[in-house]
């Protein structure tokens, strides 16, 4: 393979696809799409994501330091996308598009009904950077999809969760999986 250098720009390949959910002071539920997330702390666990621009979902965190990172599954990909480019300052997306959603069992942030997999987190810091911001949550509870039997670290079976994943401009669903983490050692 030959390389050549490229312009920095804010392609990153791939995302995983989560919908961070807050109230709005009214108690309307309110997501947002973002796909700049990840796990940043085991003890205690923590997620972080980046947000940039004026959303109403910064507001919300910032305001009742609290929100809910739903992973989205490819059957929910229309619902990805309205929540990824509406924002919720002056529309319910939820009744909008017709989604169930009820009251974390940890904290008051909104959960989707059909997401398999929800972390409930409180806000424990905030990194300011030029026109985004890190959003830092320590997860506080887990609330899994029933059918899902073993949920034992490195036992999830993606095929059971069908995650949606996100590179700039598209989203894909996963395929197969190739391997086992350290099979290389043996
Ligand atoms: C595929 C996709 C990925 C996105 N990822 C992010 C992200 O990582 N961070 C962010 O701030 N906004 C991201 N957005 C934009 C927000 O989801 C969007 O601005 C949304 O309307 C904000 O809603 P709100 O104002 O109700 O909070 C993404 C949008 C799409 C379509």
Redesign the pocket.
């Known amino acids: 393979m030959r390389h050549h250098s490229i312009q920095p720009q804010r392609g990153f390949f791939p995302q995983p696809v989560y919908l961070i959910g807050t109230y709005k002071d009214n108690g309307e539920p309110?997501f947002?799409?973002?796909?700049?997330?990840t796990f940043c702390s085991v003890e205690p666990p923590m997620l972080m994501?980046?947000?940039?621009?004026k959303?109403?979902?910064r507001e919300l965190v910032e305001k009742h330091k609290m929100f809910s990172a739903n992973l989205v599954t490819s059957d929910m990909m229309p619902v990805a996308?309205y929540?990824?480019?509406?924002?919720?300052?002056h529309q319910n997306?939820c009744e909008a598009i017709h989604v169930d959603t009820f009251q974390g069992s940890s904290l008051a942030v909104p959960i989707l009904k059909d997401s398999p997999w929800v972390y409930e987190c409180a806000l424990v810091d905030v990194i300011e950077k030029e026109n985004s911001s890190i959003y830092i949550g320590e997860v506080k509870n887990i609330l899994v999809d029933e059918t899902i039997e073993d949920v034992g670290y490195g036992k999830i079976d993606m095929y059971d969760l069908d995650p949606l994943i996100?590179a700039p401009g598209k989203y894909y669903n996963i395929s197969e999986s190739i391997g086992n983490v350290g099979f290389s050692k043996k």
Do not use: C, E, M, P
């Open positions: 309110n947002a799409l973002i796909t700049w997330v994501f980046a947000s940039r621009g959303k109403l979902t996308d929540f990824g480019t509406q924002s919720g300052y997306k996100y």
